[in-house]
């Protein structure tokens, strides 16, 4: 083991994530991959379409759970916890772990009501108009909407709803925000306010990040993990390649498919 | 206009685009007309309804003026004509059947739309539901003479027995009132309101059920804090016409309510709604009835248009503010 693995392991993980098999059906959609999330620091994962980022990414705050036929082998430890463990609420997790979706996804209500969402579910006691002016802060959206937070928050630009559901996120203070291409549906300058928002959350929150933008992890992830598709044995399954410091998995990647996958010679 | 796009032969390569032939442009031309006439044809006939009822019963209108909506008697004999009490059943019975065939078919709509069953038992459901509307509704008025007033006249006459001092149970249930007319009413609405709101349900996109979940709610939390507002706007149109529905029927109520000129609370005791009223006293009508009937469908007709009205405005009122609250 090198120095510079020591060095990441001794980092506070707040999420142990091993995946033995993850399956749809009878589908192996991932196997073998340990993803460890550190506290404080944005993750981002890469790879392939179809190499199972969002399938790994949505294991971690059980979303996977509605999809009926998921099965998932293996285990996350959170806090001390398997969130698979027998005696856990997907819902409790989820509140735990909160989460933005690649479509900007604001429910039909106000502003307002959207970033206070999460408060009112979770029977918040305290000042709700000091919290929602916090997340949109947070969000970097409330200079933008302070004087309409009763306008709807569908009539929000893409860039403006997408900022909206991370305040919605943020508001309850999650442990860890779990983002899956949040920018995919936004124009340069937008994705570029949600990278410097992201960088902005590192210090209270820690970010995970799926994203097909290799320039938008380096740009964001402290640390990148790179997931491939494994065809030899006939299925499509994904797999962890390896995972590393952003700048060392670019600069020097230790795998020969991250080399040819980072070059753009993956077929 | 130039060669290139005038209707020419056209070469084996090339575009092979051409403008609409005339015959195109001339069928395009008489279907705009046709339906644009049909559109107007409506609004005509609505119009031209309301101008014939309105003009028979102008006599009467001009004779009687309000206090025919104010009394409370009905006494061709007499000569006394009010209509209180069948406006007020009107009113009494829609709301109950809005009450009940709404929440019941909003219940049914969630289920159906919301995972709780295998897709085939889903698909099974939802058509019987919607073959419901088929029923005629003299057979629902049989079903509820024969089958559902015996069935409900026991627990209708312990209520009033044990809870004989809540106004709505004061009365104890003979054979045709209230409760029984609603009930049926609300059989009848089921698959306007269940369809028009699994619609609405169906409709929301599946990233914000995703939103809700992601959030941490519940399966309830979900349905009553996200989908349901979401839909709200489409469940809303739906109620408006099952209570239209409700105002204008006839038959069933006609059988079922027990026809009294009655002004009562209670959900067990007879009562007349107009529709009714107009139903059962139009074949014996004297010209001089006739005109007051006409009155009286003059009422229900109002109140009718009004309500769908009013629901449309609320509607497109909702829409234009973007649900803004
Ligand atoms: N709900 C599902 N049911 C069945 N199979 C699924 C489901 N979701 C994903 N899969 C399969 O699992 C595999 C991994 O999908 P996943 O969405 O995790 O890939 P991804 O890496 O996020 O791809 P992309 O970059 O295109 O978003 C794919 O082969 C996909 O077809
Ligand atoms: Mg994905």
Redesign the pocket.
């Known amino acids: 083991m090198t120095s510079a693995q020591t060095a990441t392991l001794t980092d506070d993980v707040v999420i142990d994530c091993k995946v033995d098999k993850i399956f ?2 009878n ?1 192996l ?2 196997r073998d991959s340990d993803v460890p999330i550190y506290k404080n620091k944005i993750t981002g994962f890469i ?1 392939p ?8 990414l949505k294991s971690i705050n059980r979303m996977n759970d509605l ?1 009926r ?2 099965r998932f082998e293996g285990r996350i430890h959170f806090e001390g916890q398997d969130l698979y463990g027998t005696n856990v609420d997907p819902v409790s997790v989820r509140r735990h772990i909160g989460m933005v979706f690649q479509q900007p996804n604001p429910f039909s209500m106000s502003i307002y009501e959207n970033v206070a969402f999460g408060l009112r579910l979770n029977r918040y006691k305290g000042d709700y108009d000091a919290r929602v002016e916090e997340a949109l802060r947070g969000a970097a959206l409330w200079k933008e909407v302070k004087d309409k937070l009763q306008n709807n928050g569908m009539s929000l630009s893409g860039g403006q709803q997408q900022r909206l559901c991370i305040a919605r996120a943020i508001a309850t203070k999650p442990t860890v925000i779990l983002m899956d ?1 949040p920018c995919s549906a936004l124009d340069p300058i937008a994705t570029r306010q949600v990278e410097e928002l992201m960088i902005g959350l590192k210090s209270e929150y820690t970010v995970v990040i ?1 994203t ?1 933008n290799m320039q938008q992890a380096q740009r964001v992830a402290d640390k990148t993990a790179f ?1 491939s598709v494994d065809i030899s044995q006939g299925g ?1 399954t ?1 797999y962890l390649v390896e995972m590393n410091d952003t700048g060392k998995l670019f600069e020097n990647p230790r795998e020969q498919l991250t080399k040819e996958y980072l070059s753009g010679e993956f077929s | 206009m130039s060669a290139s796009l005038s209707n020419q032969q056209q070469q084996n390569d090339g575009p092979i685009a051409v403008p609409p032939s005339s015959k195109d442009i001339f069928l395009d031309r008489t279907f705009r007309t046709f339906t644009t006439c049909f559109a107007w044809l409506t609004l005509l006939l609505i119009g031209y309804i309301v101008w014939e009822i309105g003009g028979t019963a102008l006599p009467a209108i001009k004779e009687m003026g309000v206090g025919f909506l104010t009394g409370t008697t009905w006494d061709p004999n007499k000569g006394e004509f009010g209509i209180l009490p069948q406006i007020w059943g009107t009113f009494y019975s829609s709301l109950l059947t809005l009450l009940l065939g709404g929440s019941f078919g909003i219940a049914i709509a969630v289920f159906l739309t919301q995972d709780f069953l295998p897709n085939k038992i889903q698909i099974v459901l939802k058509s019987t539901i919607e073959l419901l509307a088929a029923i005629p509704s003299v057979v629902y008025g049989l079903w509820g003479i024969f089958v559902l007033i015996p069935l409900i006249r026991p627990v209708a006459n312990w209520l009033h027995a044990t809870l004989g001092w809540i106004p709505f149970f004061s009365t104890s249930l003979s054979g045709p009132g209230m409760f029984p007319a609603a009930l049926v009413l609300s059989i009848m609405i089921l698959p306007t309101v269940a369809a028009i709101s699994q619609d609405a349900l169906s409709a929301i996109p599946d990233k914000i059920k995703e939103a809700a979940y992601g959030m941490g709610t519940t399966r309830w939390e979900a349905i009553l804090k996200v989908l349901l507002p979401t839909a709200s706007r489409g469940i809303f149109g739906g109620l408006v016409l099952g209570f239209g529905r409700a105002l204008g029927e006839t038959m069933a109520l006609a059988m079922l309510v027990g026809n009294s000129n009655q002004l009562s609370l209670s959900l067990f005791s007879p009562a007349d709604t107009l529709a009714a009223l107009l139903a059962l006293n139009f074949p014996e009508a004297s010209d001089y009835e006739t005109q007051i009937l006409m009155y009286a469908a003059v009422v229900l007709l109002f109140i009718t248009l009004a309500v769908n009205i009013i629901g449309e405005l609320i509607i497109s009122y909702s829409e234009r503010s973007g649900g803004k609250k």
Request: hydrophobic letters at 40%.
């Open positions: 749809y059906g589908f959609a991932v790879g379409s179809g190499c199972g980022k969002s399938t790994v999809v036929i998921f291409e799926v097909h997931f499509r994904g």
